[in-house]
């Protein structure tokens, strides 16, 4: 049983929105930072977003910046990507994971089995 869970993806128009949700087991979700990342067909895997353990602190890549929100809700070990104003090149398969606070997948040490976005222009 996978110890990060993702769900949400699909298909949609450009413009659109989707919400991905990411449910982590306990330990985890208490200890680390959580981020996601994304890779399209051919690409390296890239970093999209973090949030430290608190909350208190995100990070996003450029080329989200102002359109996706990340965050997380402690209650129910959830972790959450708004995607708003959605463009083809954001099409890609989508990966939660858990690790240190970072931009980089080295900082990550659990990854979920990704979800697939795909915005049709």
């Known amino acids: 049983q996978g110890q990060l869970v993702e769900s949400g993806g699909g298909l949609v128009q450009a413009g659109g929105s989707l919400r991905l949700s990411c449910a982590a087991s306990?330990?985890?979700?208490?200890?680390?930072?959580l981020g996601w990342f994304r890779q399209a067909p051919g690409k390296e895997r890239e970093f999209v977003a973090f949030?430290?353990?608190?909350?208190?602190?995100?990070n996003y890549a450029d080329s989200v910046k102002g359109r996706f929100t990340i965050s997380r809700d402690n209650a129910k070990n959830m972790v959450y990507l708004q995607m708003n104003s959605l463009k083809p090149e954001d099409t890609a398969v989508y990966y939660c994971?858990?690790?240190?606070?970072?931009?980089?997948?080295?900082?990550?040490?659990?990854w979920g089995q990704g979800t697939q976005v795909t915005v049709s222009s």
């Open positions: 949030i430290t353990r608190s909350g208190s602190g995100t």
């Open positions: 994971a858990a690790g240190s606070v970072g931009t980089t997948a080295r900082n990550y040490n659990y």
């Open positions: 306990g330990r985890i979700f208490s200890v680390y930072a």
